[in-house]
T-cell receptor
Framework: KAGVTQTPRYLIKTRGQQVTLSCSPI?????VSWYQQTPGQGLQFLFE???????NKGNFPGRFSGRQFSNSRSEMNVSTLELGDSALYLC???????????????FGPGTRLTVL | SQELEQSPQSLIVQEGKNLTINCTSS?????LYWYKQKYGEGLIFLMM?????EEKSHEKITAKLDEKKQQSSLHITASQPSHAGIYLC??????????FGQGTRLTINP
């Protein structure tokens, strides 16, 4: 099976702009989770989507949003970019049906966003 | 909220040596994941532990979960250059959410 793919791999934006990142999960996986990784804060959970619905959300401002399509592909949008949004954004896919527990998450290569 | 502390933060070992990385949680661990990351790239799934006392091995890497100590350890035997990278532990928060430690950077010297 093909792994998780993310596009684009690298992105440079300026403050105030908005950006959309894309994630295609492993075939058959219906859950997509997004994480932000920075040197200072480490890896932090943004949100998770399953069957086009956001099921779980981390502690990020409303500028960070996402959506999932019927084919399980997911997009993440960041509006009004700030310098502090520079990070590696990772998505992870899983089957998503484990109930209270988390299925094994398989990560994509990430999108490195630089905000100037 | 649950926090994970990894130790050491950085580790340099001679090729062929054994090493151990620890991950200690501030709360009870219901599921603990180990991932490896090459700098600036995605995470590679290594192992998942769910039960206290559970131990899993894959090639030369062994992970254990000590539920009472709220701790997990990752042990690499006879290290190789291919083991170099950043090792991250992640605690299951439920509903597809993981909380991660800060990572341990492993360097293998030939």
């Amino acid at each position: 099976k093909a792994g998780v793919t993310q596009t684009p791999r690298y992105l440079i934006k300026t403050r105030g702009q908005q950006v959309t990142l894309s994630c295609s999960p492993i075939s058959g996986h219906r859950s997509v989770s997004w994480y932000q990784q920075t040197p200072g804060q480490g890896l932090q959970f943004l949100f998770e989507y399953f069957s086009e619905t956001q099921r779980n959300k981390g502690n990020f401002p409303g500028r960070f949003s996402g959506r999932q399509f019927s084919n399980s592909r997911s997009e993440m949008n960041v509006s009004t970019l700030e310098l502090g949004d520079s990070a590696l954004y990772l998505c992870a896919s899983s089957i998503g049906l484990a109930g209270a527990f988390t299925d094994t998450q398989y990560f994509g290569p990430g999108t490195r966003l630089t905000v100037l | 909220s649950q926090e994970l502390e990894q130790s050491p933060q950085s580790l340099i070992v001679q090729e062929g040596k054994n090493l151990t990385i620890n991950c200690t949680s501030s709360k009870t661990l219901y599921g603990l994941y180990w991932y490896k990351q090459k700098y600036g790239e995605g995470l590679i799934f290594l192992m998942m532990l769910q039960k206290g006392g559970e131990e899993k091995s894959h090639e030369k890497i062994t992970a254990k979960l000590d539920e009472k100590k709220q701790q997990s350890s990752l042990h690499i035997t006879a290290s190789q250059p291919s083991h170099a990278g950043i090792y991250l532990c992640g605690a299951d928060q439920g509903a597809q959410k993981l909380v991660f430690g800060q990572g341990t950077r492993l360097t293998i010297n030939p």
